[in-house]
């Protein structure tokens, strides 16, 4: 079978039903956004399809995995364990599917961004907000389905303020990573 194929049918079973078609919206979305960036397509639906392979592991299950395959954890991440599930993700994503390393850091990053995230890893996490069975409250998705067609940079920065703004919001930690890769697209494109 296909790889496509057997990772949905994996997926399939082992995420819940709403997880599993968030899962394929990110795909559909990431597929999309890489024939406009010029992304390997099979590459962008593979990672897009995998990034949240972790997301549904227990608390218990999460710090048991890292212990046991040596992933090492920031502090916000032991108390913050849900931004785990990208690192996690990307370790089960390498062992089980022998992705390439460049769809294992899109999975790694999706949860955190990073400075170093390339046009994959952008995809991926612009993708997962934006993906068409989403839907929120709090921030414009429809603007921000619209920007990530026209500049991903630009999508990437507004949707990662609306986090950051969020995560204030309501009194949560933020990662370092986060303010080092708002710092870069500021700065790579003159933004400030
Ligand atoms: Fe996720
Ligand atoms: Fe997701």
Redesign the pocket.
Known sequence: MELLETIKEDLKQSLSEKRYIHSIGVMEMSEELAKIYNVDIETAKIAGLL??IA?EMPKEEILKYVEENNIIITEVESINTGIL??KIGADIAKKKYNVNEQIQKAIKY??TTNPNMDTLAKIVYVA?KIELNRKSDYFDIELERKLAKENLDKALLVILDNTTKYLIDNNRLLVEESIETRNKLLILNKWY
């Open positions: 990034h949240d997301k599930h990208g999706h949860t997962d």
